[in-house]
Every structure is written in C-alpha cells, then in structure tokens.
C-alpha cells in the first residue's frame, strides 16, 4: 500500500517558507514576541557596550590617575589616593549587570510563554486535523508516525520559535551594537575587524551544511540499521534453516561501515567547527593588536590604551554571534524535517467531507440503495463491481462471504467512510452525497469486530456518542442486550481502552453505546467474532430485540447466528452472488449451502471431541 509522503523542504532556499508558516504560529501571541526581541536585544546591547565602560575606566580612571600619582610614588611620597572616580565605574558595572540579568530573565520568561503556547496551538491543530481526516489516510499512516508528529516534532519545532530564535537575534544585535560602536570611535581598526565577519561566516555556514549532511546519514542508516536488527533478529529461524547467518552478518555489517563513517565525519566536523571559528576571532584579535598597538605607541599616539583594549574585546567578542546565528541556522534546518512532517499532516485534505450546498437529513427511515456501485481502494484492484442493491427500511441482512471479498466495504460506504468510486447511494431515495456526513451518521448504530474504550467510567463509555442521556436510558440499552451486570458498575472504570474489562465485557458496552443513540441503520461487523461462545448467546439474544424495527446490516463469521435475518447476501469478489433467506439459500444448494453445512459439521466435530 502507498505510504503516506511527508513535503519536502530540502533545497537551501526552502528554509525560508518553512520559517515563514513556523512564526505565523508564534505572531499570535505579537505582544510576547516585541517583548521578547526586545529584551534579547537590550542583552546584546549591554555586551556590546561593556568595553565601552573599560575604554572610559582605561582613558579616564586608570591612565590618569597613573600619570598624576607617577612622581609622588617616584619621590616615595604616598599621595592621598581618591577613589570616587573608580566608584563611578563600579557602578556603572553593576547596573549593567542588573540590567544584564533582569533582562535575561525576562526573555527567558517570554521565550518558554512562546513555546508552550505554540506547541499548544500546533497540537491542537494536529490533533482537529486527525479528527477530520478520512478513513483512506488512516490506511497509509502508522500510529507511531502519527505520535511521532504530535510529541517529538512539535517539540523540536517550537523550541526553534523560542530558545533557537535567541541565539539568532542576540548574534545579529551584537554583530550590528559592535560594529556600530567600532565605528563610531576608530574607523580603520572597525574596518579590520569587519573584514574577518565574512570569512567567519563562509567557514561557519560551510561547515555546518556539512555536519548537517553527515547528521541526516547517520540518522537515515540508524534507521536502516534498527530496521535490519529487528527484521533477522525476528527471523533468526529462517537464517538458520536456510543457512544465511553469513549473509546476514555481512549486510548489518555493511550497514553499521556506513554509519560509523557518517557519524565519524559529522563529529570530525563538529570538533573542528568551533577552533576554527575562535581561531578566525585570535586573528582578528591578532591584527588589532599589531595595527592598533602601532597607532597606540606613535607620537603622538593615533589612539588610547583604552581603545585599544576596547577593539581588542570586540575582536574576540565577534566570533561568539557569528556560532550563534550559524547554529540557528543549522537547527533550522535540522528542524526541517520534523516541519516537514507536521505541515505535510496539516496540508491533508480529508477525502470525505461535506458537498457544496450539502444539507442535512432531517430523519432517516432506513430504505438503502446502491446504483451501479463499483469501487477500489487502490487503482486496478477493483473490490465491488457495478453492484446493484435495495434494502428496505426495517430489513436485516447478513452479509457472507471470502475474507476479502468486499463484505465490510459494504459497510464503510453505507457509513460514508469512503465514497464510491462510480455509482449512487441512495439513503430513502436521496443521493447521500448530497447531505451532511454528521447528519448521516449521527443516525447509525455501528459495533465493530475489535471493541474500542475511552478512559473513564463505564457509564461515560456507554453515553460517549450521547452526552446528555439518562441513566434510564443508560439502563435500558444495557438491559436490551443482556449488560443487566454493568447496571450496578456504571461508575467502575474501563481503564485505557478498556483494558480492565475483558473481550466480551468491552463488546456488551460498545452494543449498549451503539443501542442509546437509538439509531434507524444498525450496522455489526463481525461484532460476535472475537469472544466466546457464551458471551455470543448473551450478545445474540439482545441482538434480535436490537434489530427489531430498524435497518440491520450484520457480518458474521458463524453463519448460525444470522440464519433468522429477513435477507442473506453471499458477497464473492465484490459481487452479490446469492440473495435470499437462509431457508432460499440451503434450498439452492450454492456456495451458502456448502458454507453453512461445512460450519455445521465442524462444530458437531468439536462438540465430539470435547465429550469425549
């Protein structure tokens, strides 16, 4: 079956798109976002400003003062030392540091608000989406790669919108506060520092595309590899019957080569991405020592020792936003993937919804009928065939046949879980795409093979379909098949997915749901098959009350428990091959006969057994 395709962002402009749908979730909260940006920017803006305070604490406190006291100490006189300038710059430290701090925080603060919301907001999205879908993307989506999408992905996203984004704004604003500063006290030695940030950036961006790649291998051959695993581990006896243990061990041999190369390289890379940015800064460093030094020592001196000292911080401060803004980028695109996957989900169209101009059904007798109905759920395999089928309202029919023969298609087209690829379906004369698929199945009565429970009490399980129903009609429905033990546990709880309940206890209250909604077209497929034999006598015995007066369609796997329905259908390779009462079809002597009758004789087979 075709598996379901994630969009792929994977040329380098893709990233942009991907950014651009990501922050339209976080502009709805455009309030935390300013203040958030603003309060990153105040902290690049307090470093970068920090060796402005020691160029002013060099020139202004420090030099001078050496300067006055110099003959004092030199005639061992000690001079009376005032220390109120020094003061000035101490505080001025401080309250940068106050300032750095409360700042901190409060992007901090904003930044976790962001993420949470939109994580909120992605999930919600994600699981209304699931919600809508039909029943067709179900049959090409796993259900971990849909957990995947709502748990691990809209983390990885949403902490790029959040903790990535800092890393992003602190380094452009204090590339842009430093050069603004540099600039503004010596042209020459900010030019020099400037021409080092592109050279910087070319090794940064290059060597992080290149970790990149080697990550997203390593990743794709883990994957193969965890898949080989578990497939010869679980297939241990078919190596070793066929003699293929060799063959094995040589293919996860090739497997793990390939993945320790690529996980080799990407940390090869990773380990020399970071000296080699630093020794891009050491160099930058390097030649404001050796140009500045030379302005500083010429008479008289181009510069101060305080801005010297000021351009050499900046020079070793510049390398630190360019790792930041190159590792946003590289967890952009790291982030690509998991975006791919979410908004792929979210694009998906639901292939069953409601028509232009749709209305709904304002009640339901039950006459259905199928006109010329062909379908198939993939291309060239066709499933019914140009069927042709009326059944009255009040009628119940069994459905019988092959495993595969299209007997619970039967059943999802008249629940309108698929559409009918060619022909009509008419629900009392009307063509039911022209009416609302709530109106629809809000008046169907659907019990299926596998019982499913919701966590909760018994009682919210019967009246999940029916929220204001009373506890006498909750008694009721229970009484009509055979619960008459749940009346005194409704407030017992099924646990997750009813797993406190055993098969036939979990089958007894999907009836009692299906009956409280009290619909017109009762539909069971296979509801008896999966539980015991004296759980299937309580069940039938409800069930002939169940089916009076309503629409039934029944698919059974023991023939017995549907030989007193109005009408048998024999379902073969997606066309009706026999239509009668059970009595019609032992009387034809066809395929139902030798059906019937061979049912019959294994069971008398059994209950030989068993007494002997």
Request: charged share 25%; net charge neutral; proline share 2%.
């Amino acid at each position: 079956m075709t598996k379901l395709k994630d969009r792929q962002f994977r040329d380098s402009g893709s990233i942009f798109p991907f950014l651009k749908r990501l922050f339209s979730y976080s502009m709805k909260y455009r309030n935390w976002l300013m203040k958030f940006v603003f309060f990153v920017l105040i902290v690049s803006a307090v470093e970068a400003v920090t060796p402005l305070v020691w160029l002013n604490l060099l020139d202004k406190g420090i030099v001078p003062f050496v300067e006055k006291y110099k003959s004092s100490f030199a005639a061992g006189i000690t001079p009376e030392i005032e220390y109120a300038p020094l003061i000035k710059y101490v505080m001025m430290i401080i309250g940068l540091g106050i300032t750095l701090a409360s700042s901190v925080f409060m992007f901090i603060n904003y930044a976790g608000k962001i993420q949470e919301f939109v994580m909120y907001d992605i999930r919600q999205d994600l699981f209304i989406k699931l919600q809508e879908l039909s029943f067709s993307f179900y049959d090409k989506s796993a259900v971990g790669w849909l957990m995947t999408r709502i748990t691990s992905d809209t983390i990885k996203v949403t902490e790029l919108i959040s903790w990535g984004l800092i890393e992003c704004i602190w380094g452009f604003g204090m590339i842009i506060f430093c050069l603004i500063a540099m600039f503004t006290y010596n042209f020459k030695l900010a030019l020099i520092v400037t021409l080092t940030i592109p050279l910087l950036t070319l090794i940064s961006i290059k060597l992080r595309k290149l970790i990149l790649n080697y990550s997203r291998a390593s990743r794709r051959f883990n994957s193969e590899l965890t898949a080989s695993y578990n497939e010869h581990i679980t297939g241990v006896e078919v190596n070793k019957s066929m003699v293929q243990e060799s063959r094995a061990s040589e293919e996860f041999e090739s497997l793990s080569e390939k993945m320790r190369e690529a996980s080799f390289k990407s940390s090869y890379f990773m380990a020399l991405y970071q000296p080699l940015v630093i020794f891009g800064g050491s160099l930058a460093a390097a030649l404001i020592i050796y140009y500045g030094g030379s302005m500083a020592i010429t008479f008289p001196p181009e510069i101060t020792v305080g801005l010297l000292a000021a351009f050499f911080s900046y020079a070793t401060l510049i390398y630190e936003p360019i790792l930041d803004i190159s590792k946003f980028y590289s967890q952009a695109q790291n982030s690509i993937s998991a975006g791919e996957r979410i908004f792929s989900l979210l694009d998906t169209q639901p292939k069953i919804k409601d028509k232009a101009g749709a209305d709904d059904f304002e009640s339901i007798n039950g006459d259905i009928e199928f006109e010329n109905i062909s379908f198939h759920y993939e291309k060239g395999k066709p499933v019914l065939k140009n069927v042709n089928l009326k059944i009255k309202a009040g009628q119940s029919v069994a459905l019988v046949g092959e495993t595969g023969g299209g007997k619970s298609t039967f059943i999802n087209l008249i629940c309108r879980f698929y559409e009918p690829n060619e022909g009509i379906i008419k629900i009392d004369g009307v063509d039911y795409m022209s009416k609302t698929v709530e109106s629809l199945r809000s008046r169907l009565g659907v019990v299926l093979q596998t019982p499913h429970l919701f966590s909760g009490s018994i009682r919210d399980n019967i009246k999940y379909g029916r929220d204001d129903a009373t506890d006498e009609e909750i008694v009721h429905s229970l009484m009509m098949i055979g619960g008459d033990e749940f009346i005194e546990r409704l407030d017992e709880e099924a646990g997750e997915g009813g797993e406190k309940l055993s098969l036939g206890e979990r089958q007894l209250i999907s009836f009692a749901r299906a009956i409280l909604a009290d619909p017109r077209i009762f539909i069971m497929d296979e509801a008896t098959s999966s539980i015991d034999t004296l759980s299937e006598v309580r069940i039938q015995n409800g069930i002939n009350e169940i089916i009076k007066g309503r629409t039934s369609i029944i698919i059974a796997h023991r023939l017995s428990t549907i030989k007193n329905c109005d009408r048998i259908l024999v379902i073969r390779k997606g066309e009706i091959t026999e239509d009668g009462s059970h009595k019609e079809l032992m009387h034809n002597k066809g395929y139902y006969y030798g059906l019937y009758t061979r049912q019959l004789r294994d069971q008398r087979e059994l209950e030989m057994l068993t007494t002997v």
